[in-house]
Structure formats: C-alpha cells, structure tokens
C-alpha cells in the first residue's frame, strides 16, 4: 500500500486563457488530496472516494474521473488486469470546482502509483503524468493546475509556442486569502467551448481582452515581488470586471466579490474556470481574513483560508 498528495491550488489571474498564451499566476494553497492505492484480489480497478465535497460535485464529475483514471494507469503503464488495485481518496481539500481538485486527484494518484509500483518517475514525469489525466476533465488541458498541485507554491505559469513553462514569484512575506464556493459546480469542458464562441462572435474584442489581461498579469507579478498589495487587489478587481463582461463569472460569483469588497478586501474576482465554483479576496493580516471569513459564513457559503506567497 501507497500515498501520494497533491495541492489544491488559487489563480490569481489568467485563469480561462492560458491556452491562448496568456500569462496565469497561480499559488498552491496548503490543503491536499490524498491518494491511497493497494492491491487487491479481483480484477480492474475500484474507487472509493471520501473527499468532502460541494454538493453535488462528485457525481456530476463521475465520468470524467473515471476516464481520468484509466489515462493515467494506461499513461504510467500499471496494468489492473495483472495487478488490480484500490484506490481510496481523501485528505483536507474539498472537492469543488476552482481550487484544482480534479489536478489534485491527478498528482495524489501519479505519487502513489510511483510509490507501490517503485516506478521511479521523476518529478517533471509526475506532474506529465497529471496533465495527462486532467484532459477527460478539460477537454484540453492548459498544464496550469497540476503544475501547482504538483510543484507548489507561488508561480507564473505560461504556454508559448505550445510548451508548457513557469517560474517561481518570491513576495517579500505570506498573505492571506479567503476564498468562497459558489456552490455551482461548472462543467470545465463546456467553457472552452463559450470562449471559442466568443473569440469568433468578435476576434478584434476578444484580443483587446486578452492583450489587457496580459498586461495586467505582468503587472500582478511586479506588483507581488514588490509587496505592494494593493496594486495587486487593484488588479483582480479590474480583472474581475473584464470576465463578469465575457460572462465568465456567476451572478453568486458577483454577490461573493462585492460582499468581500465591502468588508475590506483588497481585491476579489472569481477564481478557477469560471461561471461558478470559487471567487478568490485577497486579505492580508489575519484580522482581515477573519472579518471576510466571517461575512461569508453567516450567509452560509463554504470557504477556504489560506496563506500564500512568501520567500
């Protein structure tokens, strides 16, 4: 018997386009799935999965994770037919759309894998490992997500001339952020076919966004090794407003952004694919982060604290 874990993870912009070359900064945040694989007497594979969940999310991603995780036996070569085994998933992250749970998934189960076939797959291999299982979920996948599950931390993540790169962002100390779930679990395939719409309803439009966007992802970074937090909330609510025009947001989304916004928040947009899961506000301090946590529970919605960034 074997475990292996992967992050959830927050983008902070570029979320929806990465596969369109632009820039996406993403954090890992400290919270897990955890894998568990053992082999057993039969013949195949079988799954049980006791990830907390938004309501709902787990059946409704029933197939694409069950495809996720015949690409990635058949991507790392396990034979179930020869071997069979159970999987068993767990650990701290809920599972929901925006905070890479289905990227999460991936790595935990690449890692324990790697461990009970002693594989000796590398990290770089791992995270290929991961990507490839994310595509039942995508349709195509960008690479941001399972590189934060896998890696961690704080980073520029950004395809070009379709090779998958990143860096590491070094803030001058953590901060906090509170993220909340809309409780609407969105179909991450389908998106990509809403942005295709809208790139041919008005090419010209939709590269001014895309050009803007970035821009301000650039800015983000220089904004984030500077410290300067408030430039940064600047630039996710700005950010917020050119996905809530390409409807990429969620009039929840919307309510969750302006509620934190109120409170105090230096930013807030929504986070992940968009047009439901999670929307992301910035709260640096923990009295802050406390008062938007807050606000957000007493009208029920689910919530994540975390802190990211630093050296």
Request: glycine share 12%; net charge negative.
């Amino acid at each position: 018997m074997a475990k292996g874990a992967g992050f959830g993870k927050t983008i902070l912009i570029g979320d929806q386009f990465v596969l369109d070359e632009v820039p996406a900064i993403v954090s890992s945040i400290p919270f897990e799935t955890v894998a568990t694989v053992e082999r057993i007497d039969g013949d195949g594979w079988i799954l049980e999965d006791n990830r907390k969940e938004v309501p709902g999310y787990k059946k409704k991603k029933e197939e694409q994770q069950a495809r996720s995780i015949g690409r990635v036996l058949e991507v790392m070569n396990v034979d179930v037919k020869k071997t069979p085994i159970k999987i068993t998933y767990g650990g701290t992250l809920l599972a929901g759309s925006g905070v890479g749970a289905s990227a999460a998934s991936c790595v935990s189960l690449a890692r324990a894998l790697n461990a009970e076939f002693n594989l000796g797959c590398s990290i770089e291999e791992i995270n290929r490992v991961a990507w490839q299982g994310e595509f039942p979920y995508h349709g195509v996948a960008s690479g941001v997500d399972n590189t934060a599950s896998t890696y961690g931390g704080l980073l520029l993540f950004q395809v070009r001339n379709g090779e998958q790169q990143f860096e590491k962002i070094r803030t001058p100390k953590s901060f906090g952020i509170v993220l909340a779930n809309s409780g609407i679990t969105a179909n991450t395939a389908l998106l990509d076919v809403f942005i295709d719409e809208q790139r041919k309803a008005d090419p010209e439009l939709f590269a001014t966004r895309l050009k803007l966007i970035t821009a301000q992802a650039y800015d983000m970074k220089e904004a984030l090794e500077a410290g300067d937090l408030e430039n940064v909330g600047k630039i996710m609510s700005n950010n917020h407003e050119i996905l809530t025009a390409m409807e990429m947001s969620h009039e929840t989304l919307d309510h969750l952004c302006r509620l934190a916004l109120e409170k105090g928040a230096l930013g807030a947009k929504v986070t992940g694919g968009g047009r439901g899961g999670y929307m992301v506000a910035l709260t640096p301090g923990r009295k802050l982060q406390d008062t938007i946590a807050s606000a957000f529970e007493r009208e029920g919605y689910k919530l994540i604290r975390a802190t990211i960034g630093g050296s």
